[in-house]
C-alpha cells in the first residue's frame, strides 16, 4: 500500500492570461477522508445555542440536586428557569433539563414542608 499526495497548485494558462485551478484528482473520492461539512452562515451560531442549551440543562440539574439540600429558596426557581430555558432553546439533553425541572419543583416543595413544620424559612437539622 502507497500513499501518494498531491500538490494543488495554481498554473496561469499562457494562451487566455487566466488562472485556472488544476486539480489532478477532480471527481476523485478519497475512501479514507472526512467528508467536508456544509457550509451554512447559520451552523456556528446553530451550533453554540446548542452547547448553550445543553449547558443550561446541565446546570439546572445541578442546581436542583443542591437545592434539596442548601438554598432551596434560591436554587429551586433557578432551576426551574434554566430547565425552561434548556427545553424552549432544544436542547439535546432533555431528559437532564426534565430532571431539572424536577428538582427545582421539589425544592419548592421542600421548602413549603419546612415552612409549615418549623413556620420559618431557616432550617433546623438538631431538635
Known amino acids: ?34 467528508p467536508e461539512p456544509e457550509k451554512s452562515p447559520d451552523s456556528a451560531p446553530r451550533r453554540a445555542a446548542g452547547r448553550e442549551a445543553d449547558g443550561l440543562a446541565v446546570a439546572s440539574f445541578v442546581l436542583g440536586l443542591v437545592g ?13 428557569v434554566m430547565a425552561l430555558l434548556a427545553l424552549t432553546r432544544r436542547t439535546r439533553r432533555r431528559g437532564r433539563a426534565f430532571l431539572g425541572l424536577a428538582l427545582g419543583v421539589a425544592d419548592l ?8 413544620a418549623n413556620g420559618t424559612v431557616a432550617w433546623s437539622i438538631g431538635g
Open 109 to 116: 416543595v421542600v421548602l413549603a414542608a419546612l415552612v409549615t
Open 1 to 34: 500500500m502507497t500513499l501518494t499526495l498531491t500538490d494543488r497548485t495554481r498554473c496561469t494558462d499562457a494562451a487566455t492570461g487566466k488562472d485556472a485551478d488544476v486539480s489532478p484528482d477532480k471527481g476523485v473520492v478519497d475512501p479514507g477522508a472526512a
Open 68 to 80: 434539596l439540600l442548601v438554598f432551596n429558596i434560591v436554587l429551586g426557581p433557578m432551576a426551574i
